[in-house]
């Protein structure tokens, strides 16, 4: 297991309600030490994450839209995903509406996901499905729609819902998204060996708060 390769795709996460603007200080130093891809914040911290960053390691500033229930109109997300660019965000993670999903409205999905594809320009766009709570064709279904808005990623999970990532779903999608788009997963990963089998699964970024903890008794 390459502790640092799994480092280097892991978006170092805290969106804890209530967390302060001291403890996105740490996770943004701590992202910096371990060379992390990204601090995951929530977005009222982006600007401060940009400037505790300051370009260092390479390491982006990803913040969420939508988040947690995702059931905030198109036109908002678009708002809130353009004020978090103007702050400094590097990577947006927005979560659909899964009203939308149910209903079967599969052209409103497309609206609002492209609606905050293009106030982010040639940023980084993940966009968080909820896998929990769906079913196998809405996953699949959900696959088609987010290549088809030429979204970066598509993410198992906010974390904050009846359950997170699993290595079955992560297989899943890995296996219906188009070959530019990656798979995140997020949700449920406590230790270097849960994120390394997300990996094996087909996960091409983790979204974790515990790795780099995991990492800190490994490697000091």
Known sequence: MDVQKILGMTDHTLLRVGCTKSEIAQICEDA?????????????F???A?????????????????FPNGYNTAKAKACEAKGAVANGADEIDMVINMSLVKDRNWNG???????????????VLKVIIETCLLTEDEKIALCQIVTQCKADFIKTSTGFSTGGATAADVALLRAHVGPNVGVKASGGIHSLEEAQAMIDAGASRIGASSVV??????CG
Request: proline share 4%.
């Open 46 to 48: 982006v600007s401060d």
């Open 50 to 66: 940009k400037e505790c960053i300051g370009g260092r390691g390479g390491v982006k500033v990803c913040t969420v839209i939508g």
């Open 109 to 123: 999905l497309r609206e609002e996901i492209r609606a905050v594809r293009e106030v982010c320009g040639g940023r």
């Open 32 to 44: 910096v030490t371990y060379r992390c891809a990204s601090v995951c914040i929530p977005p009222c």
């Open 213 to 218: 903890k995991a990492a800190k008794e490994v």
